[in-house]
C-alpha cells in the first residue's frame, strides 16, 4: 500500500493497525518513495530458568549488620543512635 504524506499524518493509527496486522505501507512525496512502515518483531523477554546456575554466589550473613568501622566511615567518624520506630496502626480498606 502507498500513501502520501498528509494521508499518512491524518491517518497514522489506522496504518499502524494495518502494518500490525501484517501489512507493509510505502509513505511517498510526490509520487516518490520516502519512508516504509513494517512491523517489527516482539522481542523475547522471557529467560531460561537456571541459566546462571553455579555462578552466583551469596553469603550466609549478607544481611548481617555493618561492621562498627564501616559504619562510621559511612556517617563521617559517628554512629548515630537510632531508636526502633514505633509501628503505626495499618488503615484497613473496606
Not at 502520501?4 to 493497525?17: F, G, P, W
Request: charged share 30%; hydrophobic share 40%.
Amino acid at each position: 500500500m502507498e500513501v502520501n504524506i498528509h494521508e499518512a499524518k491524518t491517518h497514522l493509527s489506522c496504518l499502524l493497525q494495518r502494518v500490525s496486522a501484517g501489512e507493509e505501507v510505502t509513505i511517498a512525496r510526490a509520487g516518490v518513495p520516502v519512508a516504509r512502515l513494517v512491523a517489527i518483531e516482539p522481542q523475547k523477554k522471557t529467560r531460561p530458568l537456571g541459566f546462571a546456575r553455579g555462578q552466583v554466589w551469596v553469603a550466609d550473613d549478607f544481611d548481617a549488620p555493618l561492621p562498627d568501622d564501616l559504619l562510621k566511615a559511612f556517617y563521617g567518624g559517628e554512629i548515630p543512635k537510632l531508636e526502633p520506630q514505633a509501628k503505626k496502626p495499618r488503615r484497613r480498606r473496606k
